[in-house]
């Protein structure tokens, strides 16, 4: 099983807010989609940084408002968020 691994969402001025967990960066990227306030029509531009390196993953992500699954527990209701994201591209830093 793969490692996890930390990625820090970081803004187009440098600015890093926020660290996300995944064995992927994908994963992470999920996660930090569910908190954005992108939509399918606007989707916000997520650039996370892994912890480490000088690598930034480049996703569009959003939320969509769908109904849960059928087999969906007791407790959760009947409509929930699904992040999604799409990779847009990687980019390399100067320094870390």
């Avoid at 992470?28 to 000088?54: D, F, I, M, Y």
């Avoid at 996703?59 to 990779?87: L, R």
Wanted: proline residues 6%; positive net charge; without cysteine.
């Amino acid at each position: 099983m793969a490692e996890i691994r930390n990625f820090v969402l970081r803004e187009k001025n440098g600015k890093e807010t926020g660290v996300f967990t995944g064995h992927q960066p994908r994963q992470a990227a999920l996660k930090a989609a569910n908190r954005s306030k992108g939509t399918k029509s606007k989707p916000v531009e997520l650039r996370l940084r892994e912890r480490g390196t000088k690598k930034i993953h480049i996703y569009k992500g959003w939320t969509e408002v769908v109904a849960a699954p059928k087999n969906k527990p007791k407790w959760m209701p009947a409509k929930i968020n699904k992040p999604n994201v799409k990779k847009t591209g990687v980019e390399l830093l100067d320094k870390v």
